[in-house]
């Protein structure tokens, strides 16, 4: 019964590493979409200008380039260091789009129902 009981609790922490794994990237993969909508609401409702969504953007797209990077460095997966980067990088975009979307410049609303542009 012994090496059973061995073999279930290497089982159970090889599945929980592997796992473990995919969760951290998929953190990263989630944030990166959530700020990617947070930018399109933001220009939807007006609460950004489109150089604000630019300058956004752009900086998405930085950080879509660190996690391409260290995902070709690691062979699909991301090392502590570089997760702790684009963590980083994720959180000051984050607050970027936050202080950016609560600033007093408005740009234009989508067009509505009656085909006029509105101004917010």
Do not use: W
């Amino acid at each position: 019964m012994i090496p059973s009981r061995k073999f279930a609790s290497a089982s159970i922490l090889a599945a929980a590493t592997l796992f473990s794994l995919p969760a951290c990237a998929a953190d990263i993969d989630g944030t990166f979409e959530a700020q990617r909508l947070r930018i399109n609401q933001g220009l939807a409702s007006g609460a950004l200008t489109a150089r604000e969504g630019d300058t956004l953007r752009a900086e998405l797209t930085r950080i879509a380039v660190l996690i391409a990077r260290a995902r070709v460095h690691g062979n699909g997966r991301i090392s502590g260091y570089e997760r702790r980067t684009i963590e980083r990088a994720q959180a000051n975009a984050s607050r970027n789009i936050f202080v950016k979307k609560h600033d007093r410049e408005r740009g234009y609303r989508h067009i509505d129902d009656s085909g006029m542009r509105r101004d917010r």
